[in-house]
């Protein structure tokens, strides 16, 4: 079986992506692992994402930034895996009721296996993090239906954007408490791979729009809580 010519894990054929490190592999692999590691300094691996990043981001974005997380992880563990998978529809289906739930059972016990087989302690439960994928998403589509959502166009009270204000900051620490237990034990899954050096992932595109989107949601729920004149607008 050929070996990685960067770390030196076993590949197979057909892979085009290292199982251990994650690089692109050469159209020909090394067959002697020794000769593989000669000279090779701790690769780079950015796939880091620190709690603070969480914390900060998920607070700007008004809980969005769960789908930038699902995102990005499903795209690491494609190129890690070289597994055919595809990010952005699998990020898109968790705006698709019940469905997108079958979709986050995949998507943690793809990564949970990925610890599993590699000896490397994973503490989350997959039931617990559908559950909690499901309570922000659900609220998200309750919103539509309350006065000044999308299905119901009633005048908007001070007491229902207080309301409205309050669930959208449980829904955020809903999705805190999943990220922060998650994203550690992927972190902690990254780092032991050989011959890796892990660095916090660099900040995308995706990342910023879903802040902007988020400011100016909280703008909107603290302008209807404030202002009359604005509510009676929405």
Not at 122 to 143: D, E, M, N
Request: charge should be neutral.
């Amino acid at each position: 079986m050929p070996f990685c010519p960067y770390c030196a894990h076993q590949v197979e054929s057909a892979h085009i992506f290292c199982g251990g490190c994650g690089k692109a592999l050469p159209a020909e692999s090394t067959a002697d692992p020794e000769e593989a590691l000669t000279g090779q300094p701790p690769r780079t691996l950015a796939y880091g994402i620190s709690p603070t990043r969480i914390l900060v981001m998920t607070l700007l974005s008004d809980g969005l930034y769960l789908f930038y997380w699902f995102y990005i992880t499903w795209q690491q563990y494609r190129d890690h895996t070289g597994n055919q998978v595809f990010p952005m529809w699998h990020t898109l289906t968790l705006t698709v009721p019940i469905y997108g739930l079958f979709r986050t059972h995949a998507h943690m016990r793809a990564l949970k296996q990925l610890m599993l087989d590699a000896g490397v302690l994973c503490s989350f439960s997959i039931g617990w993090a559908v559950a909690l994928v499901l309570i922000p998403i659900s609220w998200r589509y309750t919103k539509l239906f309350l006065n000044g959502g999308f299905f119901n166009s009633a005048e908007v009270s001070f007491g229902s954007a207080v309301i409205i204000a309050m669930l959208d900051l449980a829904s955020i620490a809903v999705v805190l408490g999943l990220l922060l237990n998650v994203q550690p034990n992927l972190s902690r899954y990254w780092a032991s791979l050989d011959n890796v050096t892990l660095v916090d992932l660099n900040v995308g595109a995706g990342e910023i729009i879903l802040a902007v989107i988020g400011v100016l949601t909280w703008i909107i729920t603290l302008a209807a809580i404030i202002s009359p004149a604005f509510r009676a607008n929405l």
